[in-house]
């Protein structure tokens, strides 16, 4: 079994940061992407910044500059460093890890149970 646990939301002025982590656990042989994707109340749930194995990244254009996403391999853990924060940022942030399991032949998808993010003066 595979766990995936966010940390770090809360409660930020705007113009302010945080400091999002998320770290997977459990049966793993080999961890791939990993990515934050983020939910706001009434809307699907889209793409907010992602990171290879080897350390490539991709963003949404609406952060790009003010969030950047890191990854340690050594922890199975990744980041993200959220900068100049805008109302609009509210949500709740998940993880998504792509994790092949010792006794599977094909990677999995594994989400974490989210973390809010509220934004607000």
């Known amino acids: 079994q595979v766990q995936v646990a966010e940390s770090g939301g809360g409660l930020v002025q705007p113009g302010g940061s945080l400091r999002l982590s998320c770290a997977a656990s459990g049966s793993i042989l080999s961890l791939y992407d990993m990515s934050w994707y983020r939910q706001s109340p009434g809307e699907r749930r889209t793409l907010v910044a992602s990171i290879t194995d080897d350390g490539l990244t991709n963003y949404r254009d609406s952060v790009k500059d003010r969030f950047t996403i890191s990854r340690d391999n050594a922890r199975s853990t990744i980041y993200l460093q959220m900068n100049n924060l805008k109302l609009e940022d509210t949500a709740v942030y998940f993880c998504?890890?792509?994790?092949?399991?010792?006794?599977?032949?094909?990677?999995?998808?594994?989400w974490g149970q989210g973390t809010q993010v509220t934004v607000s003066s």
């Open positions: 998504r890890a792509l994790v092949l399991g010792p006794a599977s032949s094909m990677p999995a998808v594994y």
